[in-house]
């Protein structure tokens, strides 16, 4: 059988080595004729959309030495932020201003805004874009940390204002404009933008952008170079799973139920020791926590409330407070949590709703737990030689210090007794040594 199927199967396989090696050739014509036919010029195109934070500008210093390896015609960054931190604001101007590459900031699409540290950036570009229907200014700097007095709120605006006007100088922008943006945190339409020297171009969308953008002269850091965009292949890179996770995690809110969680895996895995999932889920959450705490301004104080407040919820199951430890733990948990992100600005500061519940739900949460461990510890024991102790008994023959028998629980026990306890008394066991039983007479 094996001989007459032989053939056919050589066959079969030939006949598969032939077609994978037609199709291999094909594709090689194919990808040998897009390479040549494939266009030289190149655009970047990243998008930022949301806070400006650390993960935002690793993310955009890797798209600039990126647009300079692959000798791109220039770069554009699609932006639509309501600002964020000033030190990953100023991390991404200096690679803007550093960058050989052309960088344009395109505030897109319809609807979007460039505010706070997004003026800056798009002030510090190359080619500053946006898009119909939408807007950009108040740029006021805000307090990102400790409320700062009437001094220091002044030398953070002057200094800001000096920075961008700075930034403004070098692009041949309106300085005036800028600086009132930053001082009165006004704003202004993409149409006034243009018309007040704020911005270079308006665009309906990317195409229209890159015909724009054609033939233009910009001065970088390696000399004045003139764009040439028209027909560009647009090579878009977006951010990864990973950058994706930090910036999730760069949340207030994300970053306080993971730092919550990481303390109570800990926790559980201490008072339960080999459970090791608590534990590791704990470790997990904590460090991503601590990488989160990195990248939003924290207030410590609120941090030590949350934890006071914890252990004073761990406290009201083995003192007795009559409930005064958990109104404190609660009280701690809220004023800390209300404390942690102590920022005048929205998008740094924890939702009402999340610590309310959480503060609810954890002290929920640790009154039940604490209280069936506390109760479990207080049980008698059911099983083994402690389970005898309280039970009672009558006694078979008279109790004296020297022995005695008792009959408890269906069982002959030797016995003795510091007091004479004579026959058929009723007893109850008080103590075990060995194999014999100390009680006490009953009435």
């Known amino acids: 059988m094996r001989k007459n199927k032989s053939p056919y199967f050589r066959g079969l396989l030939l006949f598969l080595c032939a077609v994978l090696a037609c199709y291999a050739y094909k594709a090689h014509e194919i990808f040998a004729v897009d390479k040549v036919s494939a266009p030289t010029k190149r655009v970047l195109l990243i998008s930022v959309n949301g806070i400006i934070n650390p993960v935002a500008a690793e993310y955009i210093n890797g798209a600039v030495t990126q647009a300079s390896a692959m000798n791109a015609e220039a770069m554009i960054i699609q932006l639509d932020t309501p600002g964020g931190l000033d030190s990953s604001m100023r991390s991404i101007v200096r690679d803007v201003v550093g960058s050989p590459t052309p960088v344009v900031v395109y505030v897109a699409p319809s609807g979007s805004r460039s505010a706070s540290a997004g003026v800056f950036i798009t002030v510090a570009s190359h080619v500053a874009a946006m898009a119909p229907g939408t807007n950009i200014g108040a740029a006021h700097p805000v307090s990102m940390g ?4 009437k001094v220091m709120s002044e030398k953070v605006t002057n200094d800001a204002a000096a920075y961008i006007r700075s930034l403004a100088r070098q692009r041949g922008r309106n300085e005036q404009w800028v600086e009132d943006a930053v001082r009165g945190s006004v704003s202004i339409t993409e149409a006034e933008a243009l018309k007040m020297n704020v911005i270079d171009l308006v665009a ?70 080999g ?69 005048s600005s929205p998008y740094f500061s924890l939702s009402l709703g999340l610590i309310l519940t959480v503060a609810f739900v954890s002290a929920l949460f640790f009154i039940f737990t604490f209280s069936i461990a506390f109760k479990a510890l207080r049980r008698r024991p059911v099983t083994g030689p402690e389970s ?26 030797s016995a003795y007794s510091d007091e004479f306890i004579p026959k058929d008394s009723r007893v109850a066991i008080e103590e075990i040594r060995e194999l014999k039983v100390k009680v006490r007479q009953r009435g």
């Open 146 to 149: 400790e409320k700062m007095d």
């Open 204 to 273: 309906k969308d990317l195409s229209e952008l890159l015909v724009k953008l054609d033939g233009r002269k910009v001065k970088t850091v390696a000399g004045e170079k003139v764009l040439n965009t028209s027909g560009a292949k647009v090579v878009a890179r977006e951010m990864g799973l990973g950058y994706r996770i930090l910036d999730l995690i760069s949340n207030p809110n994300v970053a306080y139920i993971l730092m919550l969680l990481g303390f109570y895996g800990l926790f559980f895995e201490l008072t339960n020791p």
């Open 275 to 343: 459970a090791i999932f608590p534990g590791v889920m704990g470790g997990i959450c904590l460090i991503l926590a601590f990488f989160a705490l990195q990248t939003v301004p924290v207030n410590y104080a609120g941090l030590l409330l949350i934890i006071m407040g914890l252990v004073f919820f761990i406290l009201e199951v083995k003192v007795v407070s009559h409930g005064l430890l958990t109104i404190g733990g609660i009280i701690s948990l809220i004023l800390g949590s209300l404390m942690l992100f102590s920022s």
């Open 388 to 413: 005898l102790i309280g039970l009672e008994g009558r006694a078979r023959t008279d109790i004296t210090a020297e022995g005695g028998t008792v009959h408890v629980h269906g069982e002959l026990w």
